[in-house]
């Protein structure tokens, strides 16, 4: 079916970019695998599928303030900060509609093709597309991991939302 109706999209969604995960080791050798894996599997239709008019990508949330990840911390998305003295990190989190809203950008975009084979995460996508999460930020999770969290800085998401 996304074959024969040209312009089809396949978005896979991980955990991590290429970029992230090549440069860092995933907790262990079966969680790293899964998540290269699936992008891997992105790049590889993106080969497969490309001849058939049609796009294939991988895309990764941020800290997702899913609701497993809201009860773990004994919050609700209208406190959901107060998570943020138990895991100071958290402060640079995401709803799950700011992913969502990667993918419908995606799939609105005429010219998605360009992006075919390649990994983004949900804050690269919205500095592309220029979409916010439910607050009006623009959580740019991925580069604060890099730069704040795995770098042993204190939390601070200024620059980062």
């Not at 080791?25 to 969680?31: E, G, I, K, P, T």
């Not at 599997?41 to 497993?68: F, N």
Request: charged share 20%; aromatic share 10%.
């Amino acid at each position: 079916m996304l074959i024969r109706n040209k312009n089809g999209l396949v978005v896979e969604i991980t955990d991590g970019t290429a970029e992230y995960n090549d440069q860092n080791y995933r907790l262990s050798l079966f969680y790293d695998l899964a998540k290269t894996s699936v992008i891997r599997m992105a790049k590889s239709l993106s080969h497969e599928l490309s001849p058939h008019a049609c796009t294939a990508v991988a895309v990764t949330p941020g800290w997702m303030r899913s609701e497993i990840m809201l009860d773990h911390f004994g919050v609700t998305e209208a406190n959901w900060r107060d998570a943020t003295e138990k895991e100071p990190h958290f402060v640079i989190s995401e709803t799950p509609r700011f992913v969502g809203r990667a993918v419908a950008a995606l799939a609105a975009d005429p010219e998605v093709a360009r992006w075919n084979g390649q990994s983004f995460s949900s804050g690269q996508l919205a500095q592309a597309y220029g979409f916010c999460d439910l607050d009006g930020s623009r959580p740019d999770a991925f580069r604060y991991i890099a730069e704040v969290q795995n770098a042993g800085k204190p939390a601070n998401a200024a620059g980062y939302r």
